[in-house]
């Protein structure tokens, strides 16, 4: 975990007069342990396989706390669950392409977006405070070698994919 997000935290914490604790720790440790999006669920998994004995109370409790410490986002990926995403720190206006397919989750920034994004909500006359734009695509390997490593992958991990609308 990075020093800037700990610390953030930290004084996040303290201002709201809450203690440290162990198992909120160690539930931090595992979400910024990479920058992969999840849901509730998957996080669960990743603590059961770490052997974090955290009630699902807990985990809810301190996902809330980070939320409103703005250290992760509640993101929407299209498939009708609250998938959260620790990534938006280093880069707060970053955009998502889901796979339609299997339901791969690509993360970009595009400079020529943001200054769209700045025109245009200048010219309605606001001000833009944070922008995410979500596209949905299918997936090139499946169309062209007719299979996908990622699709096979999600299925073996029992990931859920999402719905097909085309
Ligand atoms: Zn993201
Ligand atoms: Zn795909």
Do not use: W
Request: net charge neutral; with cysteine; proline share 3%.
């Amino acid at each position: 975990m990075e020093a800037a997000i700990r610390e953030r935290l930290d004084n996040f914490i303290r201002r709201k007069g809450l203690r440290q604790t162990p198992q909120r720790d160690e539930i931090l440790e595992i979400i910024f342990a990479s920058d992969e999006h999840f849901t509730p669920d998957q996080l669960l998994e990743r603590l059961r396989i770490a052997g974090t004995k955290a009630s699902r109370a807990t985990v809810y409790r301190t996902l809330s706390l980070l939320l409103e410490a703005d250290l992760i986002h509640e993101i929407e990926l299209g498939d009708g669950q609250t998938t959260y995403d620790p990534n938006f720190i280093d880069h707060p206006n970053h955009n998502h392409l889901v796979c339609i397919d299997c339901g791969k989750v690509v993360e970009f920034e595009d400079s020529h977006l943001d200054l769209q994004t700045e025109c245009l909500t200048r010219r309605l006359g606001y001000r833009a405070v944070r922008q995410s734009l979500r596209i949905e695509a299918t997936c090139e390997r499946l169309r062209q070698g007719g299979s996908c490593s990622d699709l096979i992958a999600a299925r073996v991990k029992g990931k859920r994919l999402p719905n097909r609308k085309k």
